[in-house]
T-cell receptor
Framework: GNSVTQMEGPVTLSEEAFLTINCTYT??????LFWYVQYPGEGLQLLLK?????DKGSNKGFEATYRKETTSFHLEKGSVQVSDSAVYFC????????????FGTGTQLKVEL | DTAVSQTPKYLVTQMGNDKSIKCEQN?????MYWYKQDSKKFLKIMFS???????INETVPNRFSPKSPDKAHLNLHINSLELGDSAVYFC????????????FGNGTRLTVT
């Protein structure tokens, strides 16, 4: 079946530190890959996406590259801020099968001053 | 101009009651979804509708009954509420195609006492 595996949190960083959140996937076919962010008490917002191998998604200083050879889509940011504290979800979506989004378990990020 | 809106935001009720959550999207999408987020933030698909037709039903108890009067609305009715139904329920919508992201509402926090 299709699945997404994320590193467990919480991840605690100091402001301006470098962030990596690992994400790997298993899929029957060629999925599109997404990162969503959930700020405290809010819904999920699309952060970035990549639809084919070697694509790089980027938004708000965050980046992730679709690596087919390692089935990975790791999220990175060069310098985190306190306002980046949230839960980050990696997800995949295949064409067909109802087009559902399959999520990883989420990684909580805490950024401290 | 909210894209995906769901009501109510909070719902507190007693075991055995019946309750409904409403969802509307103004994005012109053909597909709508209900997801459940548990206390550990894990997100699981419950239902998916495409143009008012049910296309995903992920082993959800039949106490849960989705209804889609038109493609812009997907409501969730829950009968005989149980303690384990306490969670945050998210509505979402998307265009067809695996490379399109899902757009989420802000969630309904259901607490069953």
């Amino acid at each position: 079946g299709n699945s997404v595996t994320q590193m467990e949190g919480p991840v605690t960083l100091s402001e301006e530190a470098f962030l990596t959140i690992n994400c790997t996937y298993t899929a029957t076919g060629y999925p599109s890959l997404f990162w969503y962010v959930q700020y405290p008490g809010e819904g999920l917002q699309l952060l970035l996406k990549a639809t084919k191998a070697d694509d790089k998604g980027s938004n708000k200083g965050f980046e992730a590259t679709y690596r087919k050879e390692t089935t990975s889509f790791h999220l990175e940011k060069g310098s985190v801020q306190v306002s980046d504290s949230a839960v980050y979800f990696c997800a995949l979506r295949l064409t067909g099968g109802g087009n559902k989004l399959t999520f990883g378990t989420g990684t909580q990020l805490k950024v401290e001053l | 101009d909210t894209a995906v809106s769901q009501t109510p935001k909070y719902l507190v009720t007693q075991m055995g009651n019946d309750k409904s959550i409403k969802c509307e999207q103004n994005l012109g999408h053909d597909t709508m979804y209900w997801y459940k987020q548990d206390s550990k933030k894990f997100l699981k698909i419950m239902f998916s509708y495409n143009n008012k037709e049910l296309i995903i039903n992920e082993t959800v108890p039949n106490r849960f009954s989705p209804k889609s009067p038109d493609k812009a609305h997907l409501n969730l009715h829950i009968n005989s509420l149980e303690l384990g139904d306490s969670a945050v329920y998210f509505c979402a919508s998307s265009q067809e195609g695996g490379n399109s992201p899902l757009h989420f509402g802000n969630g309904t926090r259901l607490t069953v006492t």
